[in-house]
């Protein structure tokens, strides 16, 4: 229930960040921490990924778990070209509709006027990304990755010594996978992975499953913790909201903050999202009744359902950018961030009904026959 909730909150923030214009972008986590939504996406994946694929791998041999994850991947690569194409035709036509080429600039679409075919070609081999569908590529290449990781499900501490080593490296060679046009991938899969593979041994964890050591409940731990965060919201409000003290800052911290980089998972971003999470596993209690309440279901139908909700608000964000850009006032604020929640919401609560139309019927249990014979 809480990692179903964490995912429904990251993914409306992710709907909010990518909302030019909205308001309520200025309380989201990205503002409090060296950390944002795609960081809580991604450990959320890990730890959910323990639960379906090692707990598959566990009754029923890796070759059955490695072919779910191969089915999950070819989900999502369908959902990422379809995604692509209707976001294209959105934006290509408020474009041409409304006269703002810049839209097909900003959001690196502009390749598809001048080479459409080779664009295309591009976008099939993942090597061309626009702003803001990155994440479902990330996602696939995560989810690869984890195949011949599932391997070393019960060797928890070699996993991270190779998630960890594979982080570390790619980071001080500067390696990543090639984009056309823009050198490598805004997010480096190749580096992501070191948080996707903490979620899973997170998961792990959770299910008894086995996994590291996870540091106990303490009152030190929850200290460092909330120091971790606190410099995160410091470093936050210098370099976004006050640019001007940057130039009264001693030149290593400026440095600090210009090198938090997001492409390869900056160590501060890794320390943050951690800091965040042992808070919440640990003083967030499991059977909180909060969690089970109606002014808490949406977040959690919305985890449950995070691909077509993720991508129904990718449409939704540009939709109300379009609203914002016509009136910015804070009717249309309350109007439009209502509308783009209620959305998200029908689509959970569809999705949620066409798994239940779709889940098989047990089988009804025959009545006992009388016995029959002879003494």
């Known amino acids: 229930m809480r990692a179903d909730i964490c995912r429904g909150l990251a993914l409306w923030m992710i709907v909010i960040?990518?909302?030019?214009?909205?308001?309520?972008?200025?309380?989201?986590?990205?503002?409090?921490?060296?950390?944002d939504a795609t960081e809580a996406f991604v450990l959320l994946a890990g730890y959910a990924g323990a639960f379906a694929y090692a707990g598959q791998a566990d009754r029923q041999?890796?070759?059955?778990?490695?072919?779910?994850?191969?089915?999950?991947i070819g989900?999502?690569?369908?959902?990422?070209?379809?995604?692509?194409?209707?976001?294209?035709?959105?934006?290509?036509?408020?474009?041409?509709?409304?006269?703002?080429?810049?839209?097909?600039?900003?959001?690196?679409?502009?390749?598809?006027?001048?080479?459409?075919?080779?664009?295309?070609?591009?976008?099939?081999?993942?090597?061309?990304?626009?702003?803001?569908l990155d994440i479902l590529p990330l996602y696939i290449v995560l989810l690869a990755l984890f195949i011949p990781g599932l391997l070393l499900r019960g060797h928890p501490w070699a996993l991270l010594t190779l998630s960890v080593a594979l982080?570390?490296?790619?980071?001080?060679?500067?390696?990543?996978?090639?984009?056309?046009?823009?050198?490598?991938?805004?997010?480096?899969?190749?580096?992501?992975?070191?948080?996707?593979?903490?979620?899973?041994?997170?998961?792990?964890?959770?299910?008894?499953?086995?996994?590291i050591p996870l540091p106990p409940k303490s009152p030190w731990i929850a200290a460092m913790a909330l120091l971790v965060l606190g410099l995160g919201v410091l470093g936050m409000i210098v370099s976004e909201h006050l640019p001007e003290t940057m130039e009264d800052m001693p030149l290593w911290f400026s440095d600090f903050l210009v090198g938090i980089d997001k492409v390869s998972l900056h160590p501060t971003r890794l320390l943050s999202m951690l800091?965040?999470?042992?808070?919440?596993?640990?003083?967030?209690p499991?059977?909180?009744?909060?969690?089970?309440?109606?002014?808490?279901?949406?977040?959690?139908?919305?985890?449950?359902?995070?691909?077509?909700?993720?991508c129904f608000g990718i449409l939704l964000s540009f939709a109300a950018r379009l609203?914002?850009?016509?009136?910015?006032?804070?009717?249309?604020?309350?109007?439009?961030?209502?509308?783009?929640?209620?959305?998200l919401v029908i689509v959970a609560v569809i999705a949620d009904w066409a798994r239940e139309t779709v889940r098989p019927k047990p089988a009804p249990t025959p009545a006992p026959q009388p016995l029959t014979g002879t003494a």
Request: charged share 15%; with cysteine.
């Open 17 to 35: 960040n990518h909302t030019p214009g909205n308001w309520v972008g200025g309380f989201t986590l990205k503002n409090f921490a060296f950390a």
């Open 61 to 72: 041999g890796w070759a059955p778990a490695a072919a779910s994850l191969v089915r999950r």
């Open 167 to 211: 982080w570390l490296g790619v980071r001080a060679a500067g390696f990543n996978l090639p984009r056309w046009q823009e050198g490598g991938w805004f997010f480096n899969p190749l580096a992501w992975q070191v948080l996707f593979v903490c979620g899973f041994l997170l998961g792990q964890a959770a299910r008894g499953a086995p996994s």
């Open 323 to 343: 609203l914002l850009e016509q009136d910015d006032g804070w009717g249309m604020q309350l109007t439009v961030n209502l509308l783009c929640f209620t959305a």
């Open 275 to 284: 800091a965040l999470t042992y808070l919440v596993a640990a003083y967030v």
């Open 286 to 310: 499991r059977d909180w009744r909060f969690l089970r309440s109606r002014w808490i279901w949406p977040f959690a139908a919305m985890g449950r359902h995070s691909l077509p909700v993720f």
């Open 75 to 132: 989900k999502l690569y369908v959902a990422h070209i379809f995604l692509l194409v209707v976001f294209t035709a959105q934006v290509g036509f408020s474009a041409a509709t409304l006269d703002r080429a810049t839209y097909l600039d900003e959001l690196a679409l502009d390749p598809f006027a001048e080479q459409p075919y080779r664009t295309l070609l591009e976008a099939l081999l993942l090597r061309f990304q626009p702003h803001f």
